[in-house]
């Protein structure tokens, strides 16, 4: 082994330029696949946090409204550890009035310290502040306009099961999502307890997710703790499109990764195979001097093997300054990158680790026939 | 003194599967002293590099049995033959074959290293002495690129002895080498022959040279023609 590693080494170092060709080659490999895979992984979760990352990952909900919330939310966190955040929320439909104008609205209410862990509310106040008094109100910015309305105005919210309500106007949000500017009204859960008359209930119970993708487990857990009364929906089961065309992005990077792998693949062992031509005299020499056909194929196999650590370490480091380069210069008017990328340690040390293998294999044809190469051919030759 | 190699019945033909089969060396017989300096000569396309080959191991006979130091060792497999050579042979080519990504030293340790023993201070010695002996003292750590043929040739010379071996074929080893320097090499074998006792065989078309050794054989058509010993 050391001797093949010294020779190998050798053959490397006194070939500098073919060395350092084959390096950048596998190198730029290696940083193709690092910088689309982060491209890709970082597409795949604005992706998810543009759809889910605002809104309930788990919801549960009851035939009737639910009274017993806080102590449910108690055994809800108790029940599993995958929770980032839990809250209540009651929800009612109706109609806002303002004089002649008229608009289908959503009334939400919230327990604004947990709710703005799901929908950051404050964050997307664009007028006014949250409400916090009961029969005080925000409203989307569409219906701001669609009833015309200013800060300190008073709307009525009308339903043909609770009647009519007048409600303080203090604030308007910008959600950046039409179906929510247009419709949802927001206010502290009391207002709508107080209309709806029932006490302390609410309609539904919301939660965000640690690991979004574990929504099914947690599901589980949640329904072994608070029994099957409660119907509990999860994000993926109202969201296969969203799963399906997230498949297609990763069956597309894996395609990517593969094809960046075979050229890799074909490209050391053709130029290794080169080299072993060009080595024939040399390794005609060792053989009559005695090595064994194993350690001569050794020397072509560890050659692949140092190619590919260094391409390896090469490409990561260029894929990484690609990224980087990439999130600096295509950013959006406001100075946020394009694409936020994901850079995951664990799929760049898979991209180096299989560049590695990779180089390996592909030096293990050349090796074989570097072991099957007969001396006698060598010597006669010249 | 005992035979160190004895070859029975040796034939040799190329291409024995092939339409037109060229049979090389025809039922040669041939026994080679221990300690003993031997040339063999003939006309180029005789067999003469064919018979080294067979004795070397490098190629197998058709037929027949070569026998080193009284065992025979026509049926060894691929990697007992690599040992053999490693440890028992030394060859010195006409085209001189150094590694030329090597220094001089490198390449006279390399068969030792082939042999996988640990690198001793006592090598290293006795690899700069065989350089010295060969007068290369000041170029162990040139090159053997940047070495002339006749520099390169002794570097060869000095690989060839460092795993100490009982046998050392050379297959016109003076070839492409002015007449000095090919003197002086001749020279130079004939002294370690002496100072070792390594046994030589030695191709040459030079019958000039071929007159100074111990024994002179002579290959014609693939069959031993002439044997003269001294
Ligand atoms: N590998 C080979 N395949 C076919 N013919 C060969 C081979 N090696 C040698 N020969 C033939 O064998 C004969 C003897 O060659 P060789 O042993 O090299 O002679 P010498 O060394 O005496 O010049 C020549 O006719 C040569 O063409
Ligand atoms: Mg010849």
Redesign the pocket.
């Known amino acids: 082994m050391k001797l093949a590693f010294q020779i190998a080494k050798r053959f490397l170092t006194s070939a500098k330029r073919q060395t350092i060709v084959i390096i950048l080659g596998i190198a730029i490999g290696v940083s193709v696949q690092v910088f689309i895979g982060s491209l890709i992984s970082g597409l795949q979760a604005s992706l998810i946090d543009s759809t889910i990352g605002s809104r309930s990952q788990i919801t549960i909900t009851a035939d009737a409204n639910i009274a017993n919330y806080d102590s449910l939310i108690t055994d809800i966190e108790s029940s599993t550890d995958n929770i980032t955040v839990v809250t209540p929320t009651f929800t009612i439909a109706g109609s806002g009035v303002n004089g002649s104008l008229s608009e289908n609205v959503v009334f939400r209410g919230f327990d604004f310290t947990t709710a703005n862990g799901i929908y950051k509310f404050d964050e997307l106040l664009s007028e006014g502040n949250l409400p916090t008094n009961t029969n005080d109100i925000a409203l989307g910015v569409g219906l701001k306009d669609s009833l015309n309305l200013s800060i300190g105005d008073t709307v009525t919210f009308s339903s043909p099961v609770y009647g009519d309500t007048t409600l303080n106007i203090v604030g308007f949000f910008d959600a950046k999502v039409l179906a929510i500017n247009d419709a949802w009204v927001i206010t502290p859960l009391t207002t709508i307890q107080g209309i709806v008359g029932e006490g302390n209930v609410v309609s539904s119970i919301e939660m965000q997710l640690k690991e979004i993708f574990n929504d099914v487990t947690t599901k589980d857990e949640i329904l072994s703790a608070i029994g099957s009364t409660y119907n509990v929906t999860t994000w993926t089961e109202e969201n296969q499109e969203l799963l399906s065309g997230l498949n297609g992005q990763s069956i597309s990077s894996l395609m990517i990764q593969i094809f960046v792998i075979v050229s890799v693949v074909l490209g050391i062992s053709s130029v290794l195979a080169i080299s072993v031509l060009q080595k024939s005299r040399q390794l005609g020499i060792l053989k009559a001097m005695g090595i064994q056909d194993k350690d001569a194929s050794k020397i072509f196999l560890l050659e692949g093997f140092i190619l590919g650590i260094f391409g390896a370490i090469l490409g990561i480091l260029f894929g990484l300054g690609l990224s980087y380069m990439f999130t600096k210069f295509a950013l959006n008017p406001d100075g946020t990158p394009v694409i936020a990328l994901q850079i995951d340690a664990g799929f760049i040390a898979l991209s180096g680790g299989i560049a590695l293998v990779a180089s390996t294999l592909a030096a293990l044809s050349p090796a074989i026939k570097s072991s099957k190469l007969s001396v006698?051919?060598v010597i006669?030759n010249g | 003194m005992a035979d160190i190699l004895t070859l029975q019945n040796i034939n040799k033909t190329?291409?024995e599967k092939t339409k037109n089969p060229?049979q090389?060396l025809f039922d040669l017989n041939l026994s080679i002293e221990e300690h003993s300096f031997n040339s063999i000569i003939?006309?180029?396309?005789?067999?003469?590099?064919?018979?080294l080959n067979i004795i070397g191991t490098l190629d197998k006979p058709t037929s027949g049995n070569l026998l080193l130091k009284g065992k025979n060792i026509t049926s060894f497999n691929k990697n007992e033959l690599a040992d053999i050579r490693n440890q028992q042979i030394g060859f010195i080519f006409q085209f001189h074959y150094l590694l030329p990504e090597f220094t001089a030293l490198e390449n006279v340790l390399m068969p030792y290293k082939i042999s996988k023993q640990p690198l001793t201070k006592e090598i290293e010695d006795r690899a700069n002495e065989l350089l010295d002996l060969v007068g290369l003292g000041n170029f162990k750590k040139s090159l053997a690129n940047n070495l002339s043929g006749g520099q390169q040739q002794r570097v060869a010379i000095a690989r060839a002895l460092i795993n100490n071996p009982s046998l050392v074929l050379a297959?016109e080893p003076t070839g492409n080498l002015d007449s000095d320097t090919t003197e002086k090499v001749y020279e130079l074998l004939r002294q370690i022959n002496q100072k070792f006792k390594t046994t030589f065989i030695i191709?040459t078309h030079d019958r000039h040279i071929a007159e100074k050794t111990d024994r002179i054989i002579e290959?014609k058509d693939?069959r031993i023609y002439m044997d003269i010993t001294k």
């Open positions: 006698i051919e006669r | 190329y291409g060229n090389v003939g006309q180029s396309g005789s067999g003469k590099s064919t018979l297959d191709i290959i693939g």
